[in-house]
């Protein structure tokens, strides 16, 4: 038998509920007692609950709640863990030697007929993400770590205002994954506030020498959404978005992540949203021009206005570089 061939019958025999000695195991399996050590050890190491009792009715044993779960996945479980890890790959998920580890013990304890299905649903999906450099999966880790366990980080963060990087000392609530990027969402020192920050914008890291407590049932993916939907809370505030289109053009915008958080009732070639305010005045129109005849804004005529004044902004300022182009070519 191989090395993880006795681990596991160690791990059965002490599953009975009853105390095995080192000589016992040792007998049982054929094995020299230092041997039976050494995979105890190692098992312990796994992270594997065995108790060494010492006395005369003394001996190995396993917790009690061990010892009634399952130490096997079926098929339809072990199926799910490798798809799982796929996606936890491809977005950019910081303890990926960690999760490779798991996914090779899985592939171990199974007989060949399980371990070719495994490879088979491992190759039969896949998930496509923007990359993300390996130095984003070092500050991930950081701050999963501070998150975790309290302790406030440094960093030098870059807002994307063309501002000097500040120095922000930050207590991270969490960190959050969303439309290919991770978010740190946390209170931040500097602007004593909660604030969401892109990890790709942190240029350094580092713990801190602070601890502090997180807020009780605090959200960091609720607070990031609120962020990305301004006026969301105040359902007052809130201006009804009715778009007439093609299927597959309204069947993609309901899909967008801004209309699919506010869509209010959808029907046959009709869409009807809450948008806030400040939204219909700044972006929704930029998103809106992509789908360019296939919608019609049937109200209200505020973002039909403000959709006009962005076309003409925008057909102004192609047209102003057509114009210097032209001459450029004939000279």
Not at 118 to 126: D, F, L, N, Q, T
Not at 134 to 150: H, P, S
Not at 218 to 237: Q, V
Not at 259 to 282: D, M
């Amino acid at each position: 038998m191989s090395k993880a061939d006795h681990m596991l019958s160690i791990l059965w025999l002490l599953r009975s509920g009853r105390r095995m000695t080192a000589k016992q195991l040792a007998n049982e399996l054929e094995i020299h007692i230092r041997t039976v050590y050494r995979y105890i050890d190692s098992l312990c190491a796994s992270g594997a609950p065995i108790i060494a009792d010492s006395g005369p009715n003394g001996g190995y044993r396993i917790l009690d709640r061990f010892a009634e779960s399952p130490l096997m996945f079926d098929m339809e479980e072990q199926k799910a863990l490798v798809h799982a890890s796929t996606f936890a790959h491809e977005a950019g998920y910081p303890f990926k030697e960690e999760l490779n580890r798991a996914i090779n013990k899985l592939k171990r304890y199974t007989n060949e007929e399980q371990f070719d299905q495994i490879e088979r649903h491992m190759e039969g999906i896949s998930i496509i993400n923007p990359p993300i450099e390996e130095k984003q999966r070092d500050w991930l880790r950081i701050l999963e770590e501070a998150a975790a366990w309290g302790r406030s980080v440094e960093m030098v963060y870059d807002n994307g205002k063309r501002e000097t990087p500040s120095i922000r000392e930050v207590d991270p609530y969490g960190i959050v994954h969303w439309k290919g990027s991770w978010y740190a969402v946390g209170y931040c020192n500097l602007r004593k506030a909660i604030r969401s920050f892109r990890v790709d914008r942190i240029s350094r890291i580092a713990p801190g020498d602070r601890y502090f407590e997180r807020p009780s049932e605090f959200s960091a993916k609720d607070f990031l959404l609120r962020n990305l939907l301004p006026g969301a809370s105040d359902s007052e505030s809130l201006i009804t978005v009715k778009i007439r289109g093609y299927g597959q053009a309204l069947d993609l915008l309901c899909q967008h992540w801004l209309f699919s958080h506010t869509l209010v009732e959808r029907q046959e070639g009709q869409a009807l949203f809450r948008l806030s305010l400040p939204s219909l005045k700044s972006y929704v129109p930029y998103f809106l021009l992509p789908y360019g005849k296939s919608l019609v804004i049937l109200e209200p005529d505020m973002l039909i206005e403000r959709l006009v004044e962005v076309s003409r902004d925008m057909a102004a300022h192609y047209e102003s570089m057509l114009s210097v182009r032209i001459p450029e070519s004939k000279g």
